[in-house]
């Protein structure tokens, strides 16, 4: 079964830079895309975008301005990068598996100034 | 993008009882070629990360309890549990993976009556 453990920064301030990493465990990293969602009260959950082992992206239009995703296949990890943070970026930030069935645990980002 | 409706938005049911969720998408959901809708269903208890329940509009996940049904194609669909137990308590959401971006329903959250 795989296994995501995410970590970052947890407290931003506006127009900072909000960066995450994902670590996979067990499975094939190098079979699957690999997804970032986020979760806020107001507006549920939100599909920022996926990235494959070669580095090919999808990102969601209404961030791809912000988002910069990357990968180190040498230790089946992959990072989100979300550029000038703002309050609406508040959020709890999964890591997940395309196929959906695989999770991290979550990160609280909050952005206060 | 492919907008997800569900409703209700929260729903209240006595224990052993059914409970049934609906979701709607706004374009069609149904690949043709393979004949399979790009529909799942997820539970998401308190403080964890959302958990699949069933993909293809009517496939359940390894390890999911047989109460659990997904029915439903094209551009409507339903979650069916047949009799609710305490454990069920949760939010339920749609998801659909026929185009990017992947996008959710608002959930529906679902208590004990």
């Known amino acids: 079964q795989v296994q995501l453990q995410q970590w970052g920064a947890g407290l931003l301030k506006p127009s900072e830079t909000l960066s995450l990493t994902c670590a996979v465990y067990g499975g094939s990293f190098n079979g699957s895309y690999w997804s970032w969602i986020r979760q806020t009260p107001g507006k549920g959950l939100e599909w920022i975008g996926e990235?494959?082992?070669?580095?090919?992206?999808d990102y969601n239009p209404s961030l791809k301005s912000r988002v910069t995703m990357s990968v180190d296949t040498s230790k089946n990890q992959y990072s989100l990068k979300l550029s000038s943070v703002t309050a609406a970026d508040t959020a709890v930030y999964y890591c997940?598996?395309?196929?959906?069935?695989?999770w991290g645990q979550g990160t609280l980002v909050t952005v206060s100034s | 993008d492919i907008v997800m409706t569900q409703s209700p938005e929260s729903l209240a049911v006595s224990l052993g009882e059914r409970a049934t969720i609906d979701c709607k998408s706004s374009?069609?959901?149904?690949?043709?070629?393979?004949?399979?809708?790009?529909l799942a269903w997820y539970q998401q208890r308190p403080g964890q990360p959302p958990k699949l329940l069933i993909y293809?509009?009517?496939t359940r996940e390894s390890g999911v309890p047989d109460r659990f049904s997904g029915s439903g194609s094209g551009t409507d669909f339903t979650l069916t549990i047949s009799s609710l137990q305490a454990e069920d308590v949760a939010v339920y959401y749609c998801q659909q993976y026929y185009s990017t971006p992947l996008t959710f329903g608002g959930g529906t959250k679902v208590e004990i009556k």
């Open positions: 374009q069609n959901v149904l690949y043709s070629s393979n004949n399979k809708n790009y």
């Open positions: 293809w509009a009517s």
């Open positions: 990235i494959n082992h070669s580095g090919s992206t």
């Open positions: 997940a598996a395309m196929t959906g069935r695989s």
